[in-house]
C-alpha cells in the first residue's frame, strides 16, 4: 500500500507530539517507504489500523519502530572535532587543576550510532596523560533503539572513520571484513541507552552531568520544544558546566541560563 498525503501528515502530527520531531512534506515522502515497511512487518493492511495501535492503544514496540524508521542519524567519527579538542585541552585540564569532584559527567543527546561518544573518548586518550588524572564517564542516549543497538556493538563502515587520523585508526580500530570495530576497552567504558530528551520518567533518573553534547538535535524541533529541551539541559547540567551545541542549533538559546563561552565553537556554560 501507498501511504496518502494526509495519511503522513496524521502520522507527523503524532510523532510531533510523542517526541517532538518536526517532519516536513518532503522528510515524510523520503520516509514514507520505511513507515510502510514498519506497516507490513506488523501486517497491518490499512493505514486507519496502523495509527490506532500507536496512537490509541500505545503499542510501544510498534511505535519504536516507527520513531527508528523516520530519524536521521548522519554522523561520523570527528565530526566538528574542534570541540573535542576545546574538550579535552582546555576544560577538562580545568577539572584536573581545581580537583573538585570525583568524577567528570558527560552526556551525548542524541549519540545516533556512537560516534561521537566514541570521538569524545578518544580525544581524551590522545590528549597526554589526562586520562590518568580524572575519571571520567561518558553516557550517550538516543531516541533510535537500532542506533543505541549499534553504537554497543561499535561496528563502522569506512566511510564513518575516514575522516579520523590514520594514526587513531590504526590505533584503536581492528578491520573485520569491510567494518571498522572499535577496541573492546573503549566500548566497555561507554554506556548507551535508549531514551527521549522530553520523558522525564527517564531522563530524571540520569543525575547531572558536568559537560553535555547536543549536536545537531534541535534543528528538528519546532520554537516551543526547542526551549523544552534547553529547558532539561539546564536541568541536567549542574552550575556552571558546559553545554556543546551543533553549528545549527544555538538559536533560541535561553541567555537567562546560558552563557557564550566560544561563540564561533558553539560552546557555552551554564549560568
Not at 551525548?108 to 586518550?125: D, F, K, Q
Amino acid at each position: 500500500m501507498q501511504l496518502s498525503d494526509s495519511e503522513l501528515e496524521r502520522l507527523a502530527i503524532f510523532l510531533q507530539k510523542r517526541v517532538g520531531i518536526v517532519l516536513e512534506k518532503q522528510k515524510l515522502l523520503r520516509f514514507s517507504r520505511k513507515i510502510e515497511d514498519v506497516m507490513k512487518k506488523y501486517k497491518f493492511d490499512d493505514f486507519s489500523s496502523f495509527y490506532h495501535a500507536v496512537r490509541f492503544h500505545h503499542n510501544e514496540e510498534i511505535t519504536q519502530d516507527l520513531i527508528n524508521a523516520v530519524t536521521v542519524n548522519e554522523t561520523y567519527f570527528w565530526r566538528e572535532h574542534e570541540q573535542f579538542e576545546i574538550l579535552s585541552q582546555e576544560i577538562l585540564p580545568l577539572y584536573v587543576k581545581n580537583n573538585t569532584i570525583p568524577t567528570v559527567r558527560i552526556l551525548v543527546s542524541p549519540c545516533s550510532s556512537g560516534e561521537e561518544v566514541y570521538s569524545i573518548m578518544l580525544a581524551i586518550l590522545e590528549s597526554g596523560n589526562l586520562i590518568e588524572k580524572i575519571n571520567i564517564e561518558i553516557v550517550g542516549i538516543d531516541i533510535d533503539s537500532n542506533m543505541i543497538q549499534k553504537a554497543k556493538e561499535g561496528l563502522y563502515s569506512k566511510r564513518s572513520v575516514e575522516k579520523l587520523p590514520a594514526h587513531i585508526c590504526k590505533k584503536y580500530f581492528t578491520k573485520v571484513g569491510t567494518l571498522y570495530k572499535i577496541d573492546d576497552s573503549l566500548r566497555e567504558a561507554a554506556t548507551f541507552l535508549q531514551a527521549n530528551i522530553f520523558d522525564a520518567s527517564i531522563i530524571n533518573k540520569l543525575g547531572s552531568f558536568d559537560i553535555l553534547f547536543s549536536r545537531n538535535m534541535l534543528i528538528y524541533f519546532n520554537l516551543m520544544d526547542k526551549r523544552r529541551a534547553f529547558d532539561t539541559f539546564y536541568k541536567l547540567l549542574k552550575p556552571k558546566s558546559y553545554l556543546f551545541l551543533g553549528h545549527a542549533d544555538a538559536s533560541q538559546i535561553d541567555k537567562t541560563k546560558f552563557n557564550p563561552l566560544k561563540i564561533h565553537s558553539h560552546i557555552y556554560k551554564r549560568i
